[in-house]
């Protein structure tokens, strides 16, 4: 049994407007769990939680099975973290940046910083606001990287990203899980980009957790109906995700034992981005 | 928590230069219009100095949110905190010997110069201890904009405590001719620095975002 490297239990932090409520996420050694969730769906202030950046009014966070508390400097060693919409000390040259950086790990690999700012040929002697966004996240990423986390948390990292810088980043994150070992705690609202590097998937919505599952078991067990015409009641009556003439159904079984004319409707397979449509549209349905 | 002074030093260095450069012309220039200026070059300098270095960078990190990340490095959230308050208070030393060096210099050139003494000297850096530590409880509590605020806030203090000493009919001249008045007050903004720190680092561990 592989070794638990995050777990989040009942997390709950409230805010005026806001809440995360019951948060419960956990993250085996060298897999990658992605957070799907809309904007302001409670993604950053998850990761913000579990990093120690803000506190939380009760739950625990357990990293490599201690509590993760702000000043828990030792956890923190272990932690490679890219933030969203970073802007850092615009007039500093890269160069002196990751002085700063490698001065706080223990862990530090000069040549692996070196070799991957090679692999994303980053100029490090540019300043900082001279970096476009591509290769701001590229130097976090490299940052994040070089002293061997064993968690990497990433904040929404492809947001912004040309199609081609994603897909390079997305690549090497992957190869990184490869080579070190480490889990990655992937938070975006680009399915696709989940789709690509998570085996977990948790979909987040006004800070509750909708649906957490591997990803490889959501795209099995959800099939969406799509109908030519209208859904007859009788379905969409003892159908729980409705949206327009599509439902979702989660078993085979399920829609096997619906009561339908083949011909009226047709079963496909689903995507991430669809699941966390019908989930927001029931939860939105519950709400009213 | 070196590493967070180092990198406030490091990622400065174009304005420290800068700073010094206008603080050695401008007291040059202060102290070419004779004594009674003194008092404007004593206090201008640390304050120049300060903003330039420390106010630069406390602007900076606000403005960029740069804390957002260095609060994820292995480094305590209280040593942010320790650290500006241990900068503040070189940035403030550093100025005095400043003061200092360049006065003995425009001595030696036969210029114009200042009658300094340390007392003088522990009179104004207490009254800018004072200062800076309210500089950083603001920062630290609000942001940088309500930090810039300080002068202001630093005149409503030393107006109140003005009217409050003449409502218990206590004469400030009186006070300031004690003998050990430098001392006491130099006692007091101490005491000041090491409240407002705490005060910073309770603000600062309860602040979220």
Redesign the interface.
Known sequence: MSKRILEINNLCKNYSKFSLSNINLTLEEGKVLGLIGQNGAGKSTTIKSL?????YDSGSILINNQVMT??N??L??D?G?V?EN???????KCR?FYK??K???KNWDDDLFFELSKEFDLNLDKRIKELSKGNLVKLLIIIAISHHPRLLVLDEPTSGLDPLIRNQVLNYLKKVVEKEKCSILFSSHITEDINKLADTVSFLHNGKILLSESKETILKKYKKVVFKNEIPNNIRESSKFVYNNVIMKCDDKDIVGMNFNQEECCVSDITLDEVLGFLVNNEKKLKL | MIQLILKDFNFNKKNIYISFLICLIGFYLISQDGQRYKILACTLIPLLLFNFIIGKLCFVEDRDKVFKYIQALPIKKSHFVIAKYFEGFVVLVVSFVFIFIENFILKILNKNYFNLDLQYALLIFSIMLIYVGIFFFLYFRFNYQVANQTLVVFYIFCLMGYKLLGLLNLDILKFMNYKYFNIFLFVFAIICYTFTFRLSRHSYYRKDE
Do not use: W
């Open positions: 990093l120690g950046l803000i506190s702000p000043d400097i030792n923190k060693q932690i973290y933030p970073v802007f850092l000390y615009q007039d500093v002196e700063f950086v001065s706080c790990y």
